[in-house]
């Protein structure tokens, strides 16, 4: 390895399967930022004992004790929740692992080797310990995802990984990975995430790379592919990313680099034309294939505007231009950034441009932890920084769905989870939000924490629906005053699409002919905002609830965007009774909320053929066991993919879907509960299965406390319309 990397634990080869001693991590949460320590120590281990939480998310043995066997709807529930809320952090939220994707440890990994970092050896370990662990068992590839089939993203991404921090490359399991990266045509075959990654490293020549031109930050904005029109998470991670490409950056070759790349390219390196490569891409990879426009484009860009037009001057302009969004973006965040892909990106750029001893370069590596995860598998990357705000007003609801929100048992926890979600409200605008281009934000909660500090519609409206739903009782303190939930009601006034539907982060700002341009290969529907059924749901139902109580405020804006939305929830619904859902698998979870919203609206299984036909679409894929199952191809394809094992959370969104249309017959119901109840262990727990949330079609993502929230929720429900009866 580099010389300076000797330092830290880089190379941990030859100790081959190491683990750490579990017994010495710690998950600290400031405030919801999350960070995990190992301790070195006895006297630290002494001083910070390891919570039940700690030892439950590495898969330890919590000792929490078995529970008197559930029989009704209600002490499943109670059970369930007794198990659950001893998981609840110090500040009052939740959280969890939020993993799933597979190509998101290789970009920290690759920023931290090319900027010298020292890695503490209790990661290295325990990286290594989670890539093998998820390293398929057939065919020894990666693929994009958990669940996905082996792909040379996945395989070159995390084959590196594991080279770069000490893996043998005659490791049998190495050498396996390597046959299978072969076989898909090594890494030239790679996505163009792929080819920028391993172009910084090294390995292969910025010539592989499709062109991001900073320049496009130059366009005026009524241009129509003016990237201020992208969806947000185009936009960041391009900003940065046109930056490193501009100033073509790339590591020092070194004895590991040379090596790794006749393990990665099955061709002699000296004879590639690298050029030729710029579109070569895998199958397995090839979720959404470039358009012949956006290559026309491409060749246009490498072949006219880069050697001829392109002078001097308007790169620095460019490069100016574009490293002002990144530091803003690294304010606005306080270096948090949006996500896994541009926190690592945002770290290298501010390295090459301002060098390691800088400010903006050291905040961030102190930042990036917050991303990492130790399970029973190992370390992990999360798809966010977290899950804080969204499972901790989740469960609220959850909770508060079984009649238990004046429960002194209860009281306690829900009062803790009331004060988070309080301090996490985001409170005052970005700066410079106009040039950078930021939605309006005060008033808003994000998805993680408030620092993060990126306004989502969604979990605006749940935030603001958690904080009503205790507040509003006589038991619980005004924490959040009048004018701040108005605050929130503005952010998701903001929110709405021209269609009436709403998107996530911001309302849908360019063309869905942008999708043309969308050169990232392996996900779909990425370029600009799109209507989500789940999204608008939650903004209607945040309208719903907010007027109960604050009738005179925008009452006829409020009035117009609920009438719209619910209007697009109906267009939306597919001839055969579903919804296509855009974060969760699939269509189970895309119903779940478009029957809510038609239930605001008053429509119902009795006097609704909408709501008839969308229970019917249920039904018709109940299985023999009472429950529900789909598998993520649903997300792929589209069309509904049939799950060999009925999935525990999937069951609950369909009973919870059920409930809402007032289906009128409890007994598949009743059956599906039962198969929930069967599945709850004697602790309360309830085991993961599947995999449950979706971004972009084609990559899975965790959501490991859905098995509590949504059970709870549905057994609660389930109880208050049809008694609490035995089930069993
Ligand atoms: C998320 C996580 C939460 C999710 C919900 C709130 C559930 C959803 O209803 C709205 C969209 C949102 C906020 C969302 C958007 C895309 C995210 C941030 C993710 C799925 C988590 C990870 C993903 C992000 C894009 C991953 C990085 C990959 C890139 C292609 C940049």
Redesign the pocket.
């Known amino acids: 390895g580099g010389v300076k990397q000797e330092e830290g634990s880089w190379r941990t080869a030859g100790k081959k399967d190491q683990k750490t001693d579990y017994s010495r991590w710690r998950l600290k949460d400031e405030r919801g930022c999350h960070t995990w320590h190992y301790l070195e120590s006895d006297e630290e281990v002494e001083k910070w004992p390891q919570s039940v939480a700690d030892k439950y998310f590495m898969g330890m043995d919590t000792g929490l004790p078995d529970l008197p066997p559930a029989k009704r709807p209600l002490e499943a529930a109670h059970n369930g929740l007794e198990f659950y809320s001893k998981t609840q952090l110090p500040p009052g939220n939740w959280g969890c692992e939020?993993g799933g994707?597979m190509f998101?440890l290789p970009g920290l990994v690759i920023t931290w080797y090319v900027t010298n970092t020292p890695i503490p050896e209790s990661h290295s370990i325990e990286i290594k310990n989670y890539l093998f662990a998820r390293q398929h068992p057939d065919d020894g590839g990666w693929g994009l995802h958990i669940e996905g089939i082996s792909s040379v993203f996945g395989t070159a991404m995390n084959y590196t990984t594991l080279r770069l921090l000490g893996a043998d490359a005659e490791d049998p399991r190495m050498v396996k990975a390597r046959e299978t990266l072969w076989k898909l045509g090594g890494a030239l075959n790679g996505p163009h995430w792929a080819k920028f990654w391993l172009s910084v490293l090294g390995v292969l020549h910025w010539d592989c790379v499709n062109p991001v031109p900073p320049e496009l930050w130059l366009l005026p904005d009524w241009v129509p592919i003016a990237p201020w029109k992208w969806w947000i998470?185009?936009r960041q991670?391009m900003a940065p990313m046109s930056y490193v490409y501009s100033r073509r950056w790339s590591y020092p070759l070194n004895d590991l680099t040379r090596q790794l790349r006749s393990e990665l390219v099955p061709e002699p390196f000296e004879t590639i034309n690298f050029d030729s490569r710029r579109n070569t891409i895998s199958d397995a990879d090839n979720y959404h294939p470039k358009t012949w426009i956006l290559r026309v484009i491409f060749w246009l860009l490498i072949n006219i505007w880069f050697p001829f037009l392109r002078t001097a001057s308007l790169k620095k302009r460019a490069e100016d231009h574009v490293w002002w969004l990144i530091e803003a973006e690294d304010e606005n965040t306080s270096f948090s950034n949006l996500?896994?892909?541009?926190g690592p990106m945002n770290t290298l750029a501010s390295y090459i441009r301002s060098g390691p001893d800088s400010y903006p370069f050291r905040e961030h590596l102190k930042t990036l932890p917050e991303f990492l995860w130790v399970k029973n598998e190992g370390m992990l990357m999360n798809?966010?920084n977290g899950v804080q705000i969204?499972d901790t007003a989740y469960t609220i609801r959850a909770v508060a769905d079984c009649g238990w929100s004046e429960d002194p048992k209860w009281k306690p926890m829900l009062t803790k989870a009331l004060e988070f979600l309080e301090d996490q409200q985001i409170d005052a605008e970005c700066r410079d939000q106009h040039e950078c281009y930021r939605q309006q934000r005060k008033g808003a909660w994000g998805?993680s924490n408030r620092k993060q500090g990126y306004a989502?519609s969604?979990?605006t409206s749940e935030g603001l629906k958690a904080v009503l739903t205790l507040q509003t009782l006589p038991d619980y303190p005004t924490l959040v005053p009048e004018q701040r939930l108005k605050d929130a009601i503005d952010v998701v006034l903001t929110m709405q699409n021209a269609s009436g539907g709403c998107a996530?982060?911001e309302p849908q700002r360019g063309s869905e002919l942008l999708e043309w341009l969308n050169a990232?290969e392996v996900?779909g529907n990425?370029m600009v905002e799109y209507d989500?059924p789940?999204?608008t749901t939650?903004c209607i139902t945040a309208f719903h609830m907010f007027q109960k109580h604050y009738p005179e405020y925008r009452t006829e804006e409020i009035k117009a965007f609920k009438a719209r939305a619910i209007d697009y929830i109906r267009r939306a619904q597919r001839p055969d009774g579903s919804w296509y859902g855009s974060?969760?698998i699939c269509f189970t979870y895309a119903g779940f909320f478009a029957l809510e919203s038609l239930a605001c609206a008053g429509e119902t299984y009795e006097n609704s053929e909408r709501v008839r036909r969308a229970c019917h679409f249920f039904l018709s894929h109940q299985m023999e066991d009472g429950g529900w199952g789909e598998t993520y191809r649903s997300c792929e394809t589209g069309e509904w993919s049939q799950h060999p094992e009925s999935q525990v959370v999937q069951t609950a969104w369909v009973v919870v879907a059920m409930l809402q249309a007032q289906y009128p017959d409890q007994e598949p119901l009743r059956k599906a509960l039962r198969l929930i109840v069967k599945r709850q262990q004697r602790n309360g727990e309830w085991l993961q299965e599947a995999i449950e949330?979706v971004?972009?079609k084609s990559?899975m993502?965790s959501y490991p406390n859905y098995k509590f929230i949504f059970p709870i929720m549905a057994l609660g429900m389930y109880a208050k319309r049809f008694g609490n009866d035995p089930l069993l």
């Open positions: 939020y994707p998101l998470h185009m991670v996500g896994p892909v541009n798809g966010t969204w998805f989502v969604d979990c996530s982060y990232a996900f990425i989500y789940e999204c939650a974060w969760g949330g971004f972009n990559c993502i």
